[in-house]
């Protein structure tokens, strides 16, 4: 794997340092995690896309557009009040 260089503002390097030394890692790791863990909009929607077709095929669920959006809006609720920010 070859390495390339980001270039990023030294205000955002400094948070980076600040975040990867709080959880005993490295910037370089840090940006790796969130680069393999973060979704395109494409790719939450072929998720969302599987899962449903999961549910239809082994339990018999048929999960509306209504009632994903409305699930999808209460766990950004819950995941928001559990980082303190009001929703």
């Known amino acids: 794997m070859s390495d390339a260089m980001i270039r990023v503002p030294a205000e955002v390097r400094d948070r980076l340092a600040v975040i ?3 959880r005993g890692t ?3 790791t840090l940006v790796q995690e969130f680069a393999e863990s973060t ?3 494409e790719e939450r929607r072929e998720r969302a896309e599987r899962t449903r077709a999961y549910l239809a095929e082994n339990f018999g ?3 509306s557009d209504e009632e994903s959006a409305a699930m999808g809006a209460r766990l950004r609720e819950s995941f928001s009040r559990q980082q303190g920010v009001a929703s």
Do not use: P, Q
Request: no cysteine; net charge negative; charged share 35%.
């Open 39 to 41: 979704l395109t909009d």
């Open 26 to 28: 490295s910037i370089r």
């Open 20 to 22: 990867a030394e709080s």
């Open 61 to 63: 669920v048929d999960v």
